[in-house]
Nanobody
Framework: QVRLVESGGGLVQAGGSLGLSCLAS????????MGWYRQAPGSQRELVAGITQNGRTNYADSVKGRFTISRDNVQNTVYLHMNSVKPEDTAVYYC???????????????WGQGTQVTVSS
């Protein structure tokens, strides 16, 4: 059984920094793209940042230059470092990963349970 478990959310003041991590565990053959999404109350879930297995990254325009995504392929972990946070960054943050499990299960996208990030002004 594959699981994604996030950690590191919490309360931070505007202009501050916060780091999130997400560990993938279970029956994993390989992990493809990993990413962070967020969902604010009353809004749709949106992509924050993604990273391929070889380290290519992409970011939402709203976080470019402030957030950094990285991953450790040995530890099956993806990170999101958030700098210069703003109140509008407040949301539940979810990690996702495209994971190849042993056959017959194959490749699927998995999600973490979410971690709350609250930025106070």
């Amino acid at each position: 059984q594959v699981r994604l478990v996030e950690s590191g959310g919490g309360l931070v003041q505007a202009g501050g920094s916060l780091g999130l991590s997400c560990l993938a565990s279970g029956s994993i053959v390989t992990i493809g793209v990993m990413g962070w999404y967020r969902q604010a109350p009353g809004s749709q879930r949106e992509l924050v940042a993604g990273i391929t297995q070889n380290g290519r990254t992409n970011y939402a325009d709203s976080v470019k230059g402030r957030f950094t995504i990285s991953r450790d392929n040995v530890q099956n972990t993806v990170y999101l470092h958030m700098n210069s946070v703003k109140p509008e960054d407040t949301a539940v943050y979810y990690c996702s990963a495209e994971i190849q499990a042993p056959m017959p299960k194959g490749r699927s996208t998995y999600w973490g349970q979410g971690t709350q990030v609250t930025v106070s002004s």
